[in-house]
């Protein structure tokens, strides 16, 4: 991820084919951080979404406490599209998991800029002290699923990936999902709200897609389709994380570059 340079500071796919595979894991590999994962819900088409990205980029990739990574995911809805500018990299996917979260948390609608952190808690995407106060209340909860990425390989129109999670008996009805995201991006608007602006965006998803349950056997592979907008080329990481279901807790994560 290009944020990794940036050192200690503060925080659609288909044909997805599940098999087991048996995979070693090295005794003396080294400790790998506890994932804090950020989702940003945002728009090109929002005037107020820029400072929000801004706030994404600023956390994305660093370490607020040693062993802790604050993995970012920006993901862009639909809804903003027929008010003068059509966001590239919008998706109904993420507007549909954002719809998810509006539910859980009981919301009267949904909204942008909008940050959920671990699946836990969500408020305005440009608010640093709710942002901070988020990332505290995490950084002293156990992951419940210990969730690494072992391994990734294109072949054709797809990517293997292989991975192992564990975690206890009740949790084996946990969804794991796949995202696929830009390092960065960047676009220039011509119309609607942020007409004439060049705006920037970190950790933007490409695809997000429900690829497993956690189960029994640790080690999985799955076969994950690219999507067509999905280009073979530096720039891109695959994130890999397990949520309660009903757009639940954030149980553990991992990413790796692509």
């Known amino acids: 991820m290009a944020q990794l340079a940036r050192g200690i500071a503060m925080v659609f796919l288909s044909n997805v084919v599940t098999l087991t595979a048996q995979v070693v894991i090295k005794a003396d590999s080294p400790p790998r951080p506890k994932v804090i994962l950020v989702e940003l819900f945002t728009s090109e088409g929002c005037s107020s979404c820029p400072p929000a990205d801004k706030l994404l980029r600023e956390i994305d990739g660093t370490e607020p406490v040693a062993g802790q990574l604050i993995v970012g995911i920006s993901e862009h809805v639909t809804y903003w ?20 979260y509006g539910t859980r948390f009981g919301l009267e609608s949904v909204y942008t800029p909008q940050m959920v952190v671990n699946g836990t808690e969500q408020f305005v995407g440009s608010d640093r ?31 293997t990936v292989n991975f192992s999670a564990m975690g206890d008996d009740s949790l084996h009805d946990a969804d794991i999902f796949a995202v696929l995201a830009d390092d960065a991006d960047q676009s220039i608007v011509l119309h609607g709200e942020n007409a004439g602006r060049t705006l920037s965006h970190v950790a933007v998803a490409r695809s997000i897609v429900h690829v497993a349950k956690l189960r029994a056997v640790a080690q999985q592979t799955v076969e994950i389709a690219l999507p067509a907008s999905f280009h073979k080329t530096p720039g891109h990481h695959l994130i890999l994380f397990a949520q309660a279901p009903g757009s639940g807790r954030v149980l553990g994560a991992d990413f790796r570059p692509l």
């Not at 966001?87 to 998810?100: A, G, K, L, V």
């Open 81 to 100: 599209n027929s008010l003068g500018w059509s966001d590239p990299f919008s998706s109904s996917t993420y507007t549909d998991r954002q719809n998810s």
């Open 129 to 159: 002290n709710s942002l901070t106060n988020a990332i505290r209340k995490e950084q002293n909860r156990t992951a419940p699923v210990d969730l690494h990425i072992l391994s990734s390989s294109f072949s054709g129109g797809s990517l």
